[in-house]
């Protein structure tokens, strides 16, 4: 990788990749895109606007600035996505194929995020397999195990260098998620530090895999930049990090805020797509393939995030 395009920069990923990727490969070789302008990324690197869905702009600045690399972060979330399949379906698909055949016209990598939102019911929920079963129930994964299998079909025909995880929900503290199942387990942070109490829409004891953002950032890094010959998978890896239930976080938090409460207001969309998605995923692959191995637990994230958010919020 010397010379990277981020599409989607201005979400939950992209805000906290491409200040980690320019620290890593130099700011001005880390080009960061988005449909709207973000405030922050073209502070110290490149920074367009760019409509993922329009293919000759979306080649024009890769051929411009001598892209080698796309990150393909552009998606509409599990939870806004069953809110509109058809735009869902549209949006995540089409920034898709078009970053692929982008690639193809001009020798790129790919890298594009997928999810534990790719199993569904009929997959095993705890120690979920590398390869097994993925009949997923939302429009969401439906996207993610047909990416899954487009973008292993461009390495197999065309022989474009694609990869991909299949990420937890993502913990993090710089920019909030939006639309997801797994929004609840940062929501949770700054409501807690703003009025020690938060109504959770999740079930309390449905288990999901869940990843600080630190790991997660290292471990786009590390995938992308792992040996091909010892890839037996491309797209997508299983990782993991930490698996709990709203009520365990909550606990977690209470050792630090003891009066923190918290009730709930379960949203019916969510709580079946958390049902329909793993306890926890077996990510013995990515350990064996690329060395993966999480930094972060449940503890030591608890601490960073509640000392971050409340400097963010000025508490
Ligand atoms: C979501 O909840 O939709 C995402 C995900 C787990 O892919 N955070």
């Known amino acids: 990788m010397k010379k990277i395009l981020i599409v989607g920069a201005g979400g939950q990923i992209g805000s906290e990749l491409v200040p980690y990727l320019r620290s890593i490969y130099g700011s001005n070789n880390v080009v960061a895109t988005d449909v709207r302008e973000c405030k922050g990324l073209g502070d110290d690197g490149p920074f367009e606007v760019l409509d993922a869905l329009n ?31 058809q735009m869902a379906w549209g949006v995540n698909m089409g920034a898709l194929l078009n970053s692929l055949e982008v690639a ?4 790129c990598a790919v890298f594009t995020p997928s999810s534990i939102g790719a199993f569904g019911p009929t997959s095993p929920k ?16 439906i996207c993610k195990v047909t990416g899954e299998l487009l973008s292993n079909y461009y390495t197999l025909k065309y022989g474009i260098d694609t990869r991909s995880i299949r990420f937890p929900g993502i913990i993090s503290n710089k920019t909030l998620p939006g639309g997801g199942t797994t929004d609840y387990a940062v929501e949770i942070y700054y409501e807690a530090l703003r009025k020690k109490h938060y109504t959770c829409a999740v079930p309390h004891d449905v288990y999901m895999d869940m990843i600080y953002m630190p790991d997660a950032l290292r471990a786009v890094v590390e995938l992308m930049e792992a040996d091909p010959a010892k890839l037996k998978h491309r797209n997508s890896f299983n990782i993991a990090s930490m698996s709990f239930t709203p009520d365990i976080l909550a606990a977690e938090i209470r050792k630090r805020i003891p009066d923190f409460t918290m009730d709930f207001n379960v949203d019916p969309v969510k709580e079946a797509i958390a049902n329909s998605w793993p306890n926890m995923l077996d990510d013995t692959c990515a350990r064996e393939e690329w060395g993966w191995k999480p930094q972060w637990d449940i503890s030591s994230m608890t601490d960073d995030m509640l000392t971050a958010v409340a400097k963010k919020l000025n508490k």
Do not use: C, W
């Open 55 to 85: 293919p000759t702009n979306m080649a024009s600045v890769v051929a411009r600035h001598n892209i080698d690399t796309i990150f393909n972060l552009v998606a509409l979330l599990s939870a806004v996505g069953e809110k509109n399949p």
């Open 104 to 107: 193809r016209q001009h020798h």
């Open 126 to 141: 705890d120690m979920t397999p590398q390869d097994t079963i993925m009949q997923p129930t939302t429009v969401y994964g």
